[in-house]
């Protein structure tokens, strides 16, 4: 069975300019949630969706935002890159209804602004 | 909203010692506490969860336990190996039950 799948694994922007990571779900999860990866934060929650629906929001910025497809891939974007943005961006996917929580991570994408 | 505090930031141990990793969480309303076990270069790995209807779970050498009049829940890992050196993160689901809540983590260290 294919784990959460994460594009691109490595990218370098710079600042000013936006980017768009891409994650694909498990197999039959229909939830993904993204978060934000930093040595000074901690793991931080962005956003969550469901069956294309954000149902949850972190407390980021609007620069941050997502949104999923009908096949429950999700892409999340940031815009007007700072370099505060760098990070390791993770995706989690869950069937994402009544008990069915358990949430299973891809293995990121590493952001770099300069 | 949900806060979670982690304890201790750092253990180091050696092979077959056990280590306890203990988490704190606010909100009384939280009912599922998953752990991640983090390697360098890798996402966070589902290792062990426990929901509030639950006091304690064991799987081989992991074990959870949950008080939830405290608010408290820790990982008890038992005859430790190297291969369990890495970073342990404890969290709590929040209200919604779409967004989980990190503690800061745990650098364990197994020396042989």
């Known amino acids: 069975k294919a784990g959460v799948t994460q594009t691109p694994r490595y990218l370098i922007k710079t600042r000013g300019q936006q980017v768009t990571l891409s994650c694909s779900p498990i197999s039959g999860h229909r939830s993904v949630s993204w978060y934000q990866q930093t040595p000074g934060q901690g793991l931080q929650f962005l956003f969550e969706?469901?069956?294309?629906?954000?149902?949850n929001k972190g407390n980021f910025p609007g620069r941050f935002s997502g949104r999923q497809f009908s096949n429950s891939r999700s892409e999340m974007n940031v815009s007007t890159l700072e370099l505060g943005d760098s990070a390791l961006y993770l995706c989690a996917s869950s069937r994402g209804q009544g008990s069915n929580t358990e949430a299973f991570f891809g293995q990121g994408t590493r952001l770099t602004v300069v | 909203g949900e806060n979670v505090e982690q304890h201790p930031s750092t253990l180091s141990v050696q092979e077959g010692d056990s280590a306890v990793i203990k988490c704190t969480y606010s909100?009384?309303?939280?009912?599922?506490f998953p752990w991640y076990k983090q390697e360098l270069g890798k996402g966070p790995q589902l290792i062990i969860d426990?929901?509030?209807?639950?006091g304690e779970k064991k799987d081989q050498r992991i074990a959870v336990t949950l008080n939830k009049t405290a608010k408290h829940f820790s990982l008890h890992i038992t005859e430790t190996q190297p291969e369990d050196s890495a970073v342990y993160f404890c969290?709590?689901?929040?209200?919604?039950?779409?967004?989980?809540?990190f503690g800061k983590g745990t650098t364990l260290s197994v020396s042989s």
């Open positions: 909100d009384s309303a939280s009912n599922y």
């Open positions: 426990i929901r509030s209807n639950v």
């Open positions: 969290a709590a689901l929040d209200q919604a039950g779409t967004a989980l809540i």
């Open positions: 969706y469901f069956s294309e629906t954000q149902r």
